[in-house]
């Protein structure tokens, strides 16, 4: 068996510690000569301290759960144990003190965590006479533990002898953050309003909200949102600076730059001084003159009492939290102010900002059309639109760093002002080096401090989370799941009080797009965000702090990926290999997006990754054999384990040894041949989410081409020969084990095995084959109390197993997505006529998904008030009750008909129905020959599909859609009256797009006319519906 601590050894702790000492004089000995003036030193350590005080937090936690664990007293170390976690408590306290301390206290709490990680291990993968057995091993981890007490001493001594830490006064409210303020001039003076395009529509917007000329009713606060350098500030100086608009409708204006910190007492003179004048100012003053000190409360009763009847305009430009919105609301501005003021609010903070004000009132900055963001460059770099013309290769590059820049004004600027000093031909080669050229070019030096501004204001536990983001290569989606699964197994999210891990982490997430540092990419239609980006310039600067602080390991093209030295997260881009010299062995994360890796030739799990806690391949563009994954149970600690979709199809078993990965949270399996899932599963009882889809296709060993399947069973001995490549070998075992295992099954689902109620903290479970899985592993569903996701394959299983599994799915009270596919396979549809049986549906189902022939809705359907999108595949429901069951849904959205999911001739949607729908996707309805919608029904209806039909008497009723902005022709659909549904569509008041993937003769059913000048798109076809 593999021992988890043989490489645990007192010397490499000793050498470690001499090495650290050596370290910290020369480093003591420079920052002393070093102190004043680097800035940039300033914003380094701030993340230096943020992430060691987010390693401290988990090394205590881990520290107290082992020395309260009976194993630490057999071990004797328990008061060693406490020992640590009291120091690290005193370490955490003093963080902010001195950098060079904290690199070393960060470094130690990784090394923590990973021993006493090792120690759960072994304390929890033998039973408790093995470990008194094993006295070899209980001497190495208590070693290792004692080892680990001198580094703490060490390190806390380490302070007294260079006085690294000293005593910190709590400060007053009115400390001033010069380096945050210098940080703000600088980025604001490379935004010259005069040069700016684009901001018209703005600024006509943002006027319509102010509403200047309504000179009464209470004050209206207005927000403009959005990330760093999008122009906030210099659209909210164009207009107050616009004497028609403001200057002659408000009697007091103010310009009020509140950034990160600022002096209260400062502030509030200021604001007196610009909307008072100065004479006010110093009348004041000399009014207080008798009073041993100035305070707020002085100036802000003199403020208010002449606000009062007095009509105001001021901006605060640059607010970064909720706690500065509330004293300057309160302190400043009167309650009674009848008079139609307002205040303009920029900050990046979305959030901050709806609280500040009502939604309708927040204004967010969109990044620039392409063309005003072309036109922006040239602009800057005195060129016109005529020498990309006439230069093709000028326009691609222009088109790279507009893209690059990512359609924002502080970017263009910034890189338009350098690349103005260069010649065309020179702009290729600046474009590639960016990157570097963003961490060394002090002209880019504004770009740099809009990002770290941003991420120097992250509460510490955000800080770890946004820099992970560098993982990802430039311009990738990042699904929600994905990055919120891989924080936790990192250990980055903590769990509270009444609410779960994933909550927490989601509320990470949102709070990260609330702020501006990461983009939304794709929104689902009931408003949840599913993935984001990270701006191309925010991620080359991201990447650049994750790399001085070893946090992330990217190597690079040009090489620049020298050994760093505890490195604990790598990320493998394209074809890019890690140079020798490496420690892998205290690697915490390793994803791999592109080829296999030369370091990996062999396989992906090895025992030098035995601290890996995630391995994610979901991006790999190598196939992944089974012997890559026969040593996953090597990786002890292994958390998070995801393949992808195209490239994993070498696999063909799950190793019974998965069950020894006892704190795995994670395991997504797609496009695999595993047809049955091990009893070790059971083991998992960490396990939250599990992914296992297998290819439902058998191309070499299927009885549904019984020649085929015997011929290649005859010749199996030729694939050892070498004729056939190792990946095609790979392949045909992996088919023919999955077609034994199966039986010969074409379902994509997976066999489940009796155990699988032991997952208590289950939350997703696909895909389940109900035909293979026992009646008991059925009923053992019933018990996943923790479920919210569930998908299963009933094809081929017998009444009796269907009913044990719909009465266990009445039981899932936390169940909010829900699919049961009886169509699966290549020999028709199954049925799903035991639904009926259903009488107690979990009623937060949101998503359903029915495949099969169902006849008629069944009732229960009625209850899901909480419903939002409803798919139905081959369900074969007749007109009557079903259009009056869905209509009657009060939240449904989304509602996807497909191949012959309705058998009707008329879809009819009836007055008062349909309230919240905005999507309906029809696809393959055989019968069908017309649409209608009448008045009143389907208000919020956005989006129409259509695919494969041929609606004869065609689209009815689209005058009733207020809300609809597109229809969508896909492939072979005919629609009689095309030209009729042309006109409606061109006169609607809401301008939809109508759609066309063909041709339009193609599409016109009757040919009766050319229809009329209306919006069309032949381009981009038909997109699928959400899932």
């Keep these: 068996m593999h021992d988890p601590v043989q490489y645990l050894h007192a010397e490499s702790a000793t050498n470690l510690t001499s090495h650290l000492i050596g370290l910290v004089n020369e480093k003591s000995r420079s920052l002393e000569s070093n102190r004043e003036g680097e800035e940039s030193n300033q914003s380094m350590a701030e993340t230096v301290l943020s992430m060691a005080r987010s390693l401290v937090g988990s090394a205590i936690s881990k520290a107290t759960s082992a020395a309260a664990h009976e194993a630490s007293l057999l071990l004797g170390v328990q008061k060693d144990i406490w020992y640590i976690k009291d120091e690290l408590k005193t ?121 200047a000329n309504v000179n009464n009713g209470p004050t209206k606060v207005i927000c403009v949102v959005g990330m760093g350098g999008l122009g906030k500030t210099a659209l909210s100086r164009k207009i107050f600076e616009s004497k028609e608009d403001i200057g002659k409708n408000f009697p007091c204006n103010a310009w009020i730059t509140v950034s990160q910190s600022f002096n209260r007492i400062e502030l509030l003179k200021d604001m007196i001084r610009q909307f008072l004048g100065s004479i006010s100012l110093e009348r004041v003053l000399q009014e207080l003159q008798g009073k041993m000190v100035v305070q707020v409360p002085h100036l802000s009763d003199y403020l208010r009492k002449r606000l009062t009847e007095k009509r105001y305009f001021v901006v605060l430009d640059d607010l970064w939290s909720l706690d500065a919105w509330n004293w300057i609301n309160d302190i400043a501005f009167p309650k009674n102010n009848n008079k139609g003021s307002r205040i303009v609010v920029t900050t990046r903070d979305v959030g901050l900002a709806e609280k500040c004000t009502t939604t309708s009132l927040v204004y967010h900055l969109e990044h620039l059309q392409m063309n005003d963001a072309i036109t922006l460059l040239l602009r800057k770099t005195s060129k ?41 031909l020179e702009w290729d080669k600046f474009y590639k080096q960016l990157p570097s050229e963003l961490e060394s070019n002090p002209s880019l030096e504004a770009l740099r401090r809009m990002v770290t501004l941003g991420y120097n204001h992250l509460p510490s536990h955000l800080k770890s989370c946004f820099l992970y983001l560098s993982i990802f290569p430039e311009d990738f989606e990042i699904k929600r799941s994905r990055l919120v699964n891989r924080w936790i197994a990192e250990g980055f999210v903590r769990s509270m009080v009444g609410m779960t891990t994933k909550d927490v982490g989601e509320s990470y997430f949102i709070e990260l797009i609330n702020r501006s540092m990461i983009q939304r990419s794709r929104v689902g239609i009931e408003g949840k965000i599913k993935s984001c980006r990270i701006h ?54 390793l994803a791999i997006f592109g080829d296999r890796p030369n370091n990996l030739a062999h396989t992906v799990c090895s025992n030098k990754f035995r601290m890996l806690r995630v391995l994610d391949l979901e991006d790999v563009k190598f196939l992944i054999t089974q012997k890559d994954f026969n040593n996953i149970a090597l990786l002890r600690h292994l958390k998070y384990l995801s393949f992808g979709r195209i490239f994993s199809s070498g696999i063909y078993t799950l190793p019974r040894s998965i069950g020894k990965l006892h704190g795995l949270q994670t395991l997504n399996m797609s496009s695999t041949y595993i047809a049955t899932l091990p009893t070790e599963i059971s083991k998992l009882q960490c396990l939250r989410t599990l992914r296992c889809t297998r290819v439902s296709n058998n191309n070499n060993f299927s009885l549904n081409h019984p020649m085929k399947c015997l011929t290649n069973t005859m010749c199996l001995p030729n694939i050892f020969t070498p004729s056939v490549s190792s990946e095609d070998r790979a392949k045909q075992i992996a088919e023919l084990h999955m077609a034994t295992k199966s039986c010969w099954s074409e379902s994509y689902s997976v066999k489940v095995p009796r155990g699988i109620s032991k997952l208590g903290d289950l939350q997703i479970l696909e895909h389940v084959d109900i035909r293979r899985t026992s009646s008991r592993a059925i009923k053992e569903l019933a018990q996943l109390s923790k479920l919210t996701k569930l998908s299963v394959t009933t094809k081929g299983s017998t009444e009796e197993k269907c009913n ?45 998904k029915l495949y099969g022939d169902l006849e008629e809705m069944p009732n229960w359907i009625e209850q899901l008030t909480h419903l939002m999108k409803f798919y139905l595949l081959g369900s074969k429901l007749k007109e009557g009750k079903t259009m009056l069951i869905l209509g009657a849904l009060p939240n449904l959205m989304l509602i996807c008909l497909s191949l012959d999911a309705y058998l009707g001739e008329n879809l009819v949607f009836r007055t008062g129905a349909f309230q919240k729908l905005r999507t309906l996707w029809i696809d393959k309805l055989d019968q069908l020959r017309e649409i209608r919608f009448e008045n009143n029904s389907s208000p919020l209806l956005e989006k129409i599909g259509i695919r494969y039909c041929r609606l004869e008497i065609g689209i009815i009723g689209i005058t009733n859609l207020m809300r609809l902005k597109e229809i969508t022709l896909g492939y072979r659909v005919k629609v009689g009256y095309l030209g009729q549904l042309e006109r409606e569509v061109g006169t609607h008041p809401n301008h939809p797009v109508l759609r066309m993937e063909e041709d339009r003769s193609c599409h016109d059913l009757r040919r009766d006319g050319k229809g009329s000048a209306v919006e069309m798109d032949t381009t981009e076809p038909l997109p699928e519906p959400e899932s």
């Design 91 to 211: 370490m955490q306290a003093f963080l902010r003190a001195a950098e060079v301390w904290a690199e070393q206290i960060r470094d130690l709490s990784y090394d923590i965590e990973d021993c006493l990680d090792e120690f759960k291990v072994h304390i929890e993968s033998q039973n408790l006479f093995y470990q008194m057995v094993k006295l070899r091993k209980r001497h190495l981890i208590a070693t290792q533990i004692r080892n680990l007490k001198s580094r703490v001493e060490e390190v806390s001594s380490r302070n007294a002898r260079y006085n690294l830490v000293k005593p910190i006064s709590s400060g007053t409210e009115d400390d001033m953050d010069s380096y945050a303020e210098d940080i703000r001039n600088q980025s604001t003076s490379n935004v010259d309003e005069t040069e700016l395009v684009g901001f018209s529509d703005s600024k006509i917007r943002l006027l319509e909200l102010i509403n």
């Design 384 to 424: 016109t639109h005529e020498d990309m013309e006439t230069n093709k290769n000028t326009q691609k590059i222009v088109e790279q760093i507009v893209n690059k820049c990512g359609r924002l004004p502080l970017a263009i600027l910034t890189i338009g002002a350098v690349l103005a000093t260069k010649q065309v």
């Design 536 to 589: 191309d310039i925010m991620r080359d600067i991201t990447v650049s702090i994750s790399r001085e602080e070893n946090f992330v390991l990217l190597p690079m093209h040009d090489g620049s990926d020298l050994a760093q030295e505890n490195t604990r997260h790598i990320a493998l881009h394209g074809t890019m290999s890690c140079k020798t010299g490496l420690d892998w062995s205290i690697i915490r994360s």
């Design 804 to 848: 044990i599994l719909y009465t266990a799915i009445q039981r899932l009270c936390s169940l909010q997505s829900l699919r049961v596919d009886a169509a699966g396979g290549s020999s028709g549809i199954g049925t799903l006529k035991c639904l009926d049986s259903i009488t107690c549906p979990p009623l937060l189902l949101r998503t359903l």
